[in-house]
């Protein structure tokens, strides 16, 4: 059985949602929903255990 393919379908969402946000909110709202759209896709991957926190800082010794 096939995987769904959820970061395809939310690729499409967000591309679709940044296009009507681009079109009639202009150069500042579409950066913001650009800026928001990153950072929720970030912490949607380290939910999932995609990305582990640990592993992104360096030791120190």
Known sequence: MKQ?????????AFGTI???????GGGYAFLIVLV?????LFIGM????????PAMRTRRQ
């Open 46 to 53: 380290v939910m999932e255990g995609d990305v582990e926190m």
């Open 36 to 40: 928001l759209g990153v950072l929720g």
């Open 18 to 24: 940044l296009g009507v946000v681009g079109a009639f």
């Open 4 to 12: 769904f393919p959820v970061w395809a379908l939310t690729g499409l």
